[in-house]
């Protein structure tokens, strides 16, 4: 089994950016939420089980799922968000373990989970946390730029999740991503190459 490093970050703080740079370096990228939109995509492995909970209302002409309208249930309602994640989450689980199990022909594997100190569900599975780091600011402008989120809309999403301090400090590494691309590519050299050494030393622990 490949060192598994988990990436981990608040919305649009550019873990999808930072994962894109890894694996031009030749890292192997797992990312949970390629996967949620996998498995609820026009016939996904989830979608059965997401109608028979819910009821067709929820799926979208094609029979994907209609994501935007499942967030505005689940926001407003616990117990369907609840009901939506026991569906979805051992899925979810059972999934990225496979792809990073079918991983090892990479020197490691980059596991992306959004809410991955929120959650604790995959710590035991990751040998460290890498955290992208970025400014609140900076945040919202990103989340408001990409999806045309009203910034209220980004501030609750941003609510639900970790305070900075707290990623802050369940983190093993920390790549800054407040400033330009370019600092950003610099600093994942550096990582890349720390992660091929933990990789080499064959510390699955991963502890530097
Ligand atoms: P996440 O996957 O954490 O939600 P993304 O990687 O999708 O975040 O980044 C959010 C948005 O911010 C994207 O539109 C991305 O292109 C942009 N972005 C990411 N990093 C930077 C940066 N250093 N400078 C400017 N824009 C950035």
Redesign the pocket.
């Known amino acids: 089994m490949s060192l598994i490093v988990g990436l981990t970050?608040?919305?649009?703080?550019?873990?999808?950016?930072?994962a894109g740079f890894f694996a031009e370096l030749g890292a192997a990228i797992v990312d949970t939420?390629a996967i949620a939109h996998e498995l609820t995509s026009a016939r996904g492995a989830a979608m059965p089980a997401i109608a028979a909970a819910f009821g067709g209302a929820v799926l979208r002409q094609d029979g994907s799922l209609d994501r935007a309208l499942m967030r505005r249930l689940c926001f407003s309602d616990p117990a369907k968000r609840k009901s939506l994640e026991s569906i979805l989450h051992p899925m979810i689980r059972g999934e990225s373990a496979a792809r990073c199990r079918r991983a090892d022909h990479a020197p490691y594997v980059l596991l992306v989970v959004?809410l991955l100190i929120e959650s604790g569900a995959y710590r035991e599975h990751v040998a460290r946390i890498l955290l992208?780091d970025c400014d609140e600011a900076r945040q919202i402008e990103?989340?408001m730029?990409?999806s045309g989120l009203s910034e209220k809309e980004a501030r609750d999403i941003m609510a639900t999740q970790a305070s900075r301090a707290e990623r802050l400090a369940a983190a093993d590494d920390v790549l800054s991503?407040s400033?330009?691309?370019g600092e950003?590519q610099r600093d994942i050299l550096a990582l890349h190459r720390r992660y091929l050494e933990l990789a080499r030393r064959g510390d699955a622990s991963g502890r530097a």
């Open positions: 970050g608040g919305i649009g703080s550019g873990k999808t950016t930072v939420d959004p992208v990103r989340v730029a990409r991503n400033g330009a691309p950003l």
